[in-house]
């Protein structure tokens, strides 16, 4: 089964809305963490956005919020007052478990970003 | 700050050739070192992950290998490389929650 799926291959925002990008997730860890990384056509993968699933509260990071539906299991990135140069690849990816030794990411398929004028 | 760096940026190769993709970090000590590849408009794949030096974790099996010869230092390499073996190969690093990538090698197999 796939641990991190992005349903939506690709979107369409107009500049200056807001858009919501899908992840769901699957674990039966109790202690996880969801990252938010954005690869434009560069390649690199920068990193977002974090969310621990002990954290009470949604995280943000001035634009980049995730709204975090724990009972759901899923874990969408919310991009507020879009820029064309949010057009990217975006993509979820999971880390399991506490111990940092390792620290392994899962990744989804990514989901392509295009931020129209 | 902390950086990382990858070299080179791309590379042909042929079938059969060898390789080696190096990867250092500068700013940091001890981290946890990886190394993902990317095929063409899909998500990355962890291919091998270090916690220490001379310490190798591979997470696919496959003919590729990993070294850490220096604390900051990550080697991808082959002895023979497969067609299959084309993509976008990243290196990452942490120390805490996070994992912050280099810019990659883009590798042609030809």
């Known amino acids: 089964a796939q641990k991190i799926t992005q349903t939506q291959p690709g979107m369409f925002v107009q500049e200056k809305e807001a858009v919501t990008l899908d992840c769901t997730y699957d674990t039966s860890d109790p202690s996880y963490g969801l990252f938010w990384y954005k690869q434009p056509s560069s390649g690199e993968m920068i990193f977002l956005i974090y969310?621990?699933?002990?954290?009470?509260q949604n995280a943000t990071e001035g634009r980049y919020s995730l709204n975090f539906q724990k009972a759901r299991k899923s874990a969408n990135l919310v991009i507020s007052a879009s820029q064309l140069g949010d057009s990217a690849m975006y993509f979820c990816?999971?880390?399991?478990?506490?111990?940092?030794?390792?620290?392994?990411?899962?990744f989804g398929g990514g989901t392509r970003l295009m931020v129209k004028p | 700050s902390q950086t990382i760096h990858q070299w080179p940026a791309t590379l042909v190769q042929p079938v059969g050739s060898p390789l080696s993709l190096e990867c250092t970090v500068e700013g940091t000590s001890n981290p946890n070192l990886y190394w993902y590849r990317q095929a063409a408009g899909r998500g990355l794949q962890l291919l091998f992950y270090?916690?220490?030096?001379?310490?190798i974790s591979s997470e696919v099996p496959q003919n590729l290998s990993a070294s850490r010869p220096q604390d900051r230092q990550f080697i991808l390499s082959s002895k023979k490389l497969l067609l299959s073996d084309s993509g976008f190969y990243l290196c990452?690093?942490?120390?805490?929650?996070?994992?912050?990538f280099g810019p990659g090698t883009r590798l042609t197999v030809l």
């Open positions: 969310q621990g699933s002990y954290d009470q």
């Open positions: 990452a690093w942490s120390v805490g929650q996070v994992q912050y």
């Open positions: 990816a999971m880390r399991e478990g506490r111990s940092e030794a390792g620290n392994m990411l899962t």
């Open positions: 270090s916690v220490g030096i001379g310490q």
